[in-house]
């Protein structure tokens, strides 16, 4: 037997699963990173992307709208006739949201007149909301985001470190090198 041989197939096997298992983990975590930094804009005068809330609650009850963390100013204009909405109409807001448990962006109803002057035909109030927001997830925090991001990179520079190591204490290239 060559004890040689067996013990740098061992080590080979098992370079080779902890290499498949971090990389698996480096990839889905780089994906997560990702969405937690970035932040979205929804709407705009470029973007098909602005939300109609065609279903305006009553006045004093909210609506969650999309995201979790409001990182602008919203503008909102009525669906119907394309006017500016005054923000005195409405208030955008972070909450806790009593339907999902989770922080969100709200849209609640103030005026009683705005909303009986801008019903439309089914007796909803259409409006494009236009912000930029955090998604679920996001971390507020800019020294986290920058930190989650390192952590990636230290992560990937430990999986070539790990790559390394057996194969220089190993031996496995000097047939070849020679």
């Known amino acids: 037997m060559n004890k040689k041989g067996q013990s740098?197939?061992?080590?080979?096997?098992?370079?080779?699963?902890?290499?498949?298992?971090?990389?698996i983990?480096?990839?889905?975590?780089a994906q997560n990173?990702?969405?937690?930094?970035?932040a979205i804009a929804l709407g705009g005068t470029n973007s098909n992307n602005t939300l109609l809330a065609a279903d305006i609650p009553a006045v004093g009850s909210s609506v969650d709208l999309v995201g979790q963390d409001l990182l602008s100013t919203p503008v909102v204009v009525n669906g119907t006739t394309g006017q500016?909405?005054?923000?005195?109409n409405y208030t955008i807001s972070?909450?806790?949201?009593t339907s999902t448990g989770v922080k969100t962006?709200?849209?609640q109803l103030d005026d009683p007149q705005f909303s009986s002057t801008n019903q439309t035909a089914t007796g909803s109030i259409g409006l494009?909301?236009?912000y930029q927001y955090g998604p679920e997830g996001y971390i507020n925090n800019s020294g986290?985001?920058?930190?989650?991001?390192?952590?990636?990179?230290?992560?990937?520079?430990?999986?070539?470190?790990?790559?390394?190591?057996?194969?220089?204490?190993?031996?496995f290239l000097q047939k070849w090198l020679i």
């Open 33 to 38: 990173v990702g969405l937690s930094t970035t």
């Open 94 to 97: 972070e909450i806790v949201s």
């Open 128 to 130: 494009n909301i236009t």
């Open 144 to 171: 986290g985001r920058a930190l989650s991001t390192l952590i990636i990179l230290m992560f990937a520079i430990a999986l070539v470190i790990l790559s390394i190591i057996p194969v220089v204490r190993e031996k």
């Open 84 to 88: 500016s909405v005054d923000a005195g």
């Open 8 to 23: 740098q197939i061992g080590v080979f096997i098992i370079l080779f699963i902890v290499l498949l298992v971090g990389l």
């Open 105 to 107: 962006i709200s849209f």
């Open 25 to 29: 983990l480096l990839q889905s975590s």
